[in-house]
């Protein structure tokens, strides 16, 4: 017991680390935009050289899951990430900017590609409430990361956020070395790329990934562009704090999704936060153009941040047996809206407006809702024999 709540708070170690790290991108584009003069085409490779690596790592990791060495692919996860945002720290060009972004996603990658199939043999009866609580770990350091923005902003150089970040890292490392894995650890079944057909062809699991698809480009839209978007309303500091309080919210929301987890059916209450939220993204981006924006931006989060954890903790129970590869998908289809999206936000921001953008974000709720509910006829027509899992 002891050993695995020991495991437990370095894995939210590591992600507090991350969400910190995630959101600082955006409040930093008009810095990074001054510092090396670039257009918004370009400025929206950032969202990708962030996510890139990540997505290719973590599926590699996840589909080996069960042949790698969990802890020493945990620790290079970990010093990696400390070692690129360092570099980061010192960039002095924007392609070299975009390759460092690269290695600390790729780094990032190892680490999540593993830290949730570790929770989830961990706690094997209790993930859904487990993986909204690992999210709203994730969203406590992502709150602070605009802020810290403001912060390095009013005293020196943005590069200094790398460095801080940077250290951030370290307690995980550091737990992690004096750490073994528990004796009885199930790192689940092997699994070959042959089963991967099979598994693609269970509705829960292709349900899951197109809707993370679909969430992840508007989480991607709302970290990359809200700040530079507010901007238009707001002065620069008081622009980041409206993306904080984009992602204050999925700390309340998360800890109301871990409470619901297990009370109501998952695409039931996936369905009725994409259909609250339509009408809400319709106010910020039509309506609102001052206060009313912070609080519309606020339920927006409070929506969106049931999405990632609730849809990865249904792919994992309809195939728990695969728990590593499932993971992947998910993250692989989350991270990849997360990558797509702001590069065409940012496209058509050059072409248009920003706000035109932003507004792409209330299609890709609606067809998000339209996801939900085929998945949900297709998961209730499906008999049990023609589950993976049997």
Known sequence: MVKRRLWTAAVFLFIISDGITSQVRGALLPSIKDSFTVSDTLL??????????????????????????TRRFLLVGAGGTALFLS????VPTYMLLLVFLLGQSLTIGVFRGLDRALLSTLYPKDRGRLFNIYA?????????????????????????????????????FVLITQLELPSNLDKGESFSLAELRELLQNPAIVGMAVALLLSGGIEGGFFTWLPYYANQYFPRATANVVLSGFLVAYIPGRFVYSQLSGRVEPLTLLLTLALAAI?????VFFISDGRGMILGVFLV??????????????????VPHH??????????????????????????????????????LIVSMAALALVIVASKVAVNRQTPTATVAD
């Open 44 to 69: 929206g490779l950032v969202a990708p050289a962030g996510t890139l690596g990540y997505l290719f790592a973590a599926v590699a990791v996840g589909f080996a899951a069960s042949r790698l060495d």
């Open 87 to 90: 570099l980061l720290s010192q």
């Open 136 to 172: 709203l770990m994730w969203a406590i350091g992502a709150t602070v990361g605009p802020l810290l923005v403001n912060q390095v902003l009013k005293s020196g150089d943005w590069r200094v956020t790398f460095l801080l970040l940077a250290a951030g890292f370290l307690p995980a």
């Open 279 to 283: 009408p809400v993204l319709g106010y």
């Open 301 to 318: 989060g409070f929506f969106v941040s049931g999405f990632f954890p609730t849809l990865s903790a249904f792919g994992i129970d309809a």
């Open 323 to 360: 728990s590593g590869p499932v993971n992947a998908i998910a993250i692989s289809a989350n991270f990849l809206g997360l990558s797509v999206v702001p590069v065409i936000m940012g496209i058509v921001s050059d072409q248009s407006t920003i706000t035109t953008a932003m507004r792409l």
